[in-house]
């Protein structure tokens, strides 16, 4: 080969790579999640699962050389904040798709979505009106009535067929409520009593005590904020009845607190390589807990349809999104889960709260 020549390869082989690299374009989603107020401990979890994928994503070149960057907003779990917060990356920043977090929020961004073909990607809400709220809401965690029927299955199988409730007057703890008073009965067992509590709220004391004076055998808890303090006044009180509830008891620092021993929850399952961890660990200096992975895995999932939407060359639009989720319908991730419908399938099993960690009892599967 003549110098040249080799000149003029070489020339060529720097224009294309200029080229690839001008075509290639950042892709720009949405985040909205209560980075402040009383669920910032959960949705700061969730934002770093969603940056350490995006994160290595990036380190391996980006979807199909295309990097991604998350622009995320701060919604204090409200849902008025969270509409301001849509229509501001929706229509300035011009995202076509938004991770969302708690079920108040989700809701009332639902019909925003629908309108303006937006994709929401839910890996942490789980009330029930969820899985039909818009075509354009995927869920990538079961709905809490999923879980609370397997709760409720193990109970009776542990012979715990008196039962009070403790929920959250709201969104997510409403229906928490509504579907223990649907699947418990229906299981065989009897309810005593139930507790309505305040997102937010500290003083869970009266509520117990109610609680405690119906005598049930099982407190059947549905709610998303202030679990380590439900979990101290239960122990101060010397409450000796059973505390059940879904996987927003997966809760790091409830977990470590002496104060919640025992308490059994159903948990969708969802594992990490010890490498991954390590990696989280290193970034953020705290563990990989159930959100944090719940999110990670969400985001593997848009970027796989991200994927799929570059490689057909089809404008990466929130509609073309969500169609090449349905189109790949089975995703692995950090967990296999299939979307036959809005709302994916997947494995759940019953953890206890034991010795300041979360220990799996046995696998349930939902019927």
Known sequence: MTQKLRIVLAALVSTLALAGAAMAETVRLGA???LTGPGAVIGTQQQRGIQLAVEQINAKGGVLGNPIEVIFEDNQAKPDQSVLSFNKLVDLQHVPMIFSAYSGPTLAMAPLATRKKILLVNGGAQADKLADASPYLINTIPTIGGEVEVMVRYLMSQGKKTGAILFENDAAGISGRDN???YYPAGGGTLVGQEPTQFGQTDFRPALLKVGAANPQVMLVA?????QQMAQQYKQLDQKYQVAGTSFFADPQTIADPAAEGFIHTQVRIDAPAELADAFKKKFDANFD???KQYYNATLVVAKALEKVLADKQPVTGENLRQAI????SFQGLI???FKSNTATMVMDINVMRGGKDVRLTEMKSE
């Open 32 to 34: 909205i999640l209560p």
């Open 180 to 182: 223990y008073l649907k």
């Open 223 to 227: 709610i998303t904020a202030g679990l």
């Open 290 to 292: 159930f959100f944090a």
């Open 326 to 329: 349905f189109d790949i319908r």
């Open 336 to 338: 296999p889960m299939e």
